[in-house]
């Protein structure tokens, strides 16, 4: 009885995750009817792709029983209530939504829409909002994904050892040998949706994508791959400490770009300065700090994968160990 409780239970969870994942393509289908195409790719990238892959990993290692608590947390629940009633407090002065009379209509959009072709000469303007105008607050967010990749490494590392990854693979070899319809169909797209990725990584001034969109997208392909092929395959074609490496050399390209602006007599990330044409000295900057956007989120999101998957597949071989 208890075990039909617990497979409905998880039958439950992973609906709710197809739900979720559902949900990020409807809402990504909207913003393309609102012309929201950047924003469409995003949602359907990260809440439709990412999140649903990563959510139904984290459903897969969790336990359906909870561990009794050691202690009762008051402290941090009483520092999340006051930062909470603190942020609710702020948005008191902000205006209304949809508002007219916000200085996003009358200043900041009117200056977007009829400046930034002249100042910054890429034709989407999303574009040139994040990587320009606001270079640095996308710095921040390329920052915090970084933070975030080495929090889930400092949380969810595993100490492997030679038989642990002896039993993982005999796992993997079991599971995998029964999807070859599977293996041979993702075989054959996973070098079209690297290839995808590249395409929006470097024609995200042109069009729809960037830095964030292609990250998530190489990043799917990747961990579609593990999926389907077994975590030990692909760790040996995707090397962890590399993708480690990669996710730090993102956000130091990102910083460089700006530190070489201040070199050449500019202001921290302006790119106007890289080039005689300062013009085309912000087209080096953009395709630059959204290299490093890219070569940061699509790393990440590999690491966090593997975090997650490695650490369900180390607790499997245990349980076989001890079976």
């Not at 902000?94 to 009379?101: C, L």
């Amino acid at each position: 009885m208890g075990i039909a409780v617990a497979i409905n239970q998880i039958k439950d969870m992973f609906a709710v995750v197809m739900l979720a994942g559902i949900y990020g393509l409807v809402s990504a289908s909207f913003f393309v009817t609102l012309d929201a195409v950047d924003v469409a790719f995003t949602e359907a990238s990260v809440g439709a792709g990412i999140s649903t892959l990563l959510m139904l990993t984290t459903v897969a290692m969790t336990g359906r029983t909870e561990h009794e608590a050691s202690h009762k947390p008051m402290l941090a629940l009483f520092v999340v209530m006051v930062t909470g009633g603190l942020l609710i407090y702020g948005t008191f002065d902000m205006p209304y939504f949809g508002s007219v009379d916000a200085p996003v209509q009358n200043h900041v959009g009117p200056r977007y829409i009829l400046d930034s072709m002249q100042e910054i000469g890429v034709p989407n303007m999303v574009t040139s909002v994040l990587a320009s105008y606001r270079g640095f607050d996308t710095f921040g967010e390329v920052t915090v994904i970084f933070t975030a990749g080495i929090g889930v490494l400092a949380l969810l590392s595993v100490v492997r050892r030679p038989e642990d990854d002896t039993a993982i693979e005999a796992i993997n070899d079991s599971m995998h040998e029964k999807h070859l319809i599977l293996r041979v169909v993702i075989k054959t797209l996973i070098p079209f949706i690297l290839l995808y990725a590249f395409y929006v990584q470097f024609h995200g001034d042109f069009g729809p994508g960037g830095g964030f969109q292609a990250g998530v997208i190489f990043a799917a392909g990747i961990i579609l791959y593990a999926m389907l092929f077994g975590l030990s395959l692909a760790r040996r074609v995707i090397k962890q400490p590399l993708v480690q490496l990669l996710s730090a050399i993102g956000v130091l390209i990102y910083g460089s770009v700006g530190v070489v602006s201040m070199l050449n007599g500019g202001s921290f990330l302006d790119y106007g300065v890289l080039s005689a044409d300062p013009i085309a000295g912000q087209h080096l900057g953009i395709l630059l700090i959204e290299l490093g956007v890219g070569v940061t989120v699509a790393s990440v999101m590999i690491i966090i994968f593997f975090s997650f998957a490695g650490r369900s597949e180390y607790q499997q071989a245990k349980k076989g160990k001890s079976l």
